[in-house]
């Protein structure tokens, strides 16, 4: 599956994003979806996951009830809502797709997208 993410640009702390993963190929719904981010100088770090069909999904503590993650499996896309966006939030942020899927479980996914910038400003 070949992922293509889009939807950063520039916000003001307070504010909102909604992201977009648009995903080729037939398999779509077979994956778990997930969304990263990496800001500068920093290690990559999990954002949030969705299982294949929606039913579950789980975040990181530090975006837990600001950020949600939707998914349609005709559209093939994964969406991630961000809101009350805060200046710790500027990252590169990535979709990837894994078939293993588990609240809690660290995943490394085996496709990425190419990551969308978000830089939110105080």
């Known amino acids: 599956v070949q992922l293509q993410a889009s939807g950063g640009g520039l916000v003001q702390a307070g504010g909102s994003l909604r992201l977009s993963c648009a995903a080729s190929g037939r398999t779509f719904s077979n994956y778990g979806m997930y969304w990263f981010r990496q800001a500068p100088g920093k290690e990559r770090e999990f954002v949030g996951a969705?299982?294949?069909?929606?039913?579950?999904?789980y975040y990181a503590d530090s975006v837990k009830g600001r950020f949600s993650i939707e998914r349609d499996n005709v559209k093939n896309t994964v969406w991630l809502q961000m809101d009350s966006l805060k200046p710790e939030d500027t990252a590169v942020y990535y979709c990837?797709?894994?078939?293993?899927?588990?609240?809690?479980?660290?995943?490394?996914?085996?496709?990425w997208g190419q990551g969308t910038q978000v830089t939110v400003s105080s």
């Open positions: 990837a797709a894994a078939r293993i899927y588990g609240v809690g479980v660290q995943v490394t996914p085996e496709h």
């Open positions: 969705i299982n294949s069909y929606g039913g579950s999904k």
